[in-house]
């Protein structure tokens, strides 16, 4: 977890990453949906939930899923264990590596 809104959050993961020699390629971003709903959480159109999926690339051809989940200030991580979804252990390893710094905890989800 990292204790910033999910946009710093993914900001720093990103960077993290590519700095590693991954590639990062945004694949959706909850703030960005075109309609508002109500927070299942607070129960208003405005909170600052917000859900960011990144698809990173290493060497292999098929990516990780990670998932960004920022609620109330603070940003969880996971990556996707979902059957064809789990990426290699290489890559999976990898992103453990990159984000250690930021004292991030990967969750499989």
């Given at each position: 977890?990292?204790?910033?809104?999910?946009?710093?959050?993914?900001?720093?993961?990103?960077?993290?990453?590519?700095?590693?020699?991954?590639?990062?390629?945004?694949?959706?971003?909850?703030?960005?949906?075109?309609?508002?709903?109500?927070?299942?959480?607070?129960?208003?159109?405005?909170?600052?939930?917000?859900?960011?999926?990144?698809?990173?690339?290493?060497?292999?051809?098929?990516?990780?899923?990670?998932?960004?989940?920022?609620?109330?200030g603070e940003?969880?991580?996971?990556?996707?264990?979902?059957?064809?979804?789990?990426?290699?252990?290489?890559?999976?390893?990898?992103?453990?590596?990159?984000?250690?710094?930021?004292?991030?905890?990967?969750?499989?989800?």
């Open positions: 977890m990292l204790r910033c809104r999910c946009d710093t959050a993914v900001t720093e993961i990103t960077e993290a990453l590519e700095n590693a020699g991954l590639r990062v390629m945004p694949s959706f971003d909850s703030s960005l949906a075109s309609s508002p709903t109500t927070c299942p959480r607070h129960g208003t159109e405005q909170c600052d939930c917000q859900i960011v999926i990144l698809l990173v690339y290493g060497a292999d051809e098929r990516p990780a899923t990670l998932m960004a989940h920022g609620q109330d940003t969880w991580i996971s990556i996707a264990s979902a059957p064809g979804q789990r990426p290699s252990s290489g890559l999976e390893t990898a992103i453990k590596r990159a984000l250690s710094p930021l004292s991030v905890t990967v969750m499989a989800e």
